[in-house]
């Protein structure tokens, strides 16, 4: 009897040491498995970030090399790009090329991408501009990026051009101090039909531009001859805005920078 209990307890100790046995090699697979798992889970993901990273990039190549670095950081730290677009009447916050072009921007890089704000001064000059430090509006929205349609058109006859240029390089110097990492890209307004000296102080701000390193894209060569009377389909000559057709034309032309092919 002795004996029976004897070999019954070993029997049981051999069992459950088994089992034990098992389910810890059951366990230390299952945890191998798990951990190989999430590390390809995690290359993975790396790998399709990569790959979003490189995307981006490539999309943005067309851009000057100080905006791609920009857009490069912003994607880098894994936050949207934020774009602010300012400028004058013809740079409207409803309704104009700025809703177009993030509708592009929306469309080539994916939504949410860029975090485009828009801010419209109506009636400004560059001396009213300049006095009441709108560059501080943008800084609060932290930019990666500023896309600046200076007040030319309503400095036009107001503001002498090298006036004009001093407060351009002032609302730059007020921006940079709140936002030293921001990339400012300069822009014109729209042309106008007939005019004559506003296409030379055009070509002075992009001379300005180019003699201080600012990026500076020139969207004028898209819009018809500003001696053509079918500029008047793009540019109403009651306003001198742009007509929707216009608005259309600016976006894609700005498009066509932002968005390589």
Known sequence: MRNFV??????????????TGHLYWERKIEAT??????????????????????????????????????IKRAVEEKRPIRLVIAG??????????PERLKQALDDAYGKGVFHITVHEYEGLTTADADR???AADWAKDKPDLVL??????????????????????????????A???????????????????????????????KENGYPYINHW???PDANSEELNRY???????PTEEGAALWADALAKRFIAQ
Request: with cysteine; net charge negative.
């Open 88 to 97: 004058s009447e013809s740079t409207p916050e409803n309704g104009g090329w």
């Open 148 to 177: 600046l349609e200076p007040f030319l058109l309503n400095d036009n006859g107001v503001v002498t051009i090298d006036d004009t240029l001093a407060h351009i390089q002032s609302i730059i110097d007020q921006l940079k101090s």
């Open 132 to 134: 009441q430090r709108i």
């Open 221 to 223: 060569p898209a819009w």
């Open 33 to 70: 498995v798990q951990a190989a798992r999430a590390k390809v889970e995690t290359s993975a993901k790396q790998e399709t970030e990569t790959s979003q990273t490189e995307a981006i990039l490539a999309r943005a190549r067309q851009l000057p090399a100080a905006a791609q670095a920009a």
């Open 179 to 209: 936002a030293p990492n921001a990339v400012v890209i300069l822009q014109p307004p729209n042309p106008i039909y007939n005019a004559t000296y506003y296409p030379r102080q055009v070509e002075q701000l992009e001379a300005f531009a």
């Open 235 to 241: 540019v109403d000559p009651q306003t001198d805005l």
């Open 6 to 19: 004897f070999i019954l307890l070993l029997t049981a100790a051999c069992l459950a040491f088994l089992i």
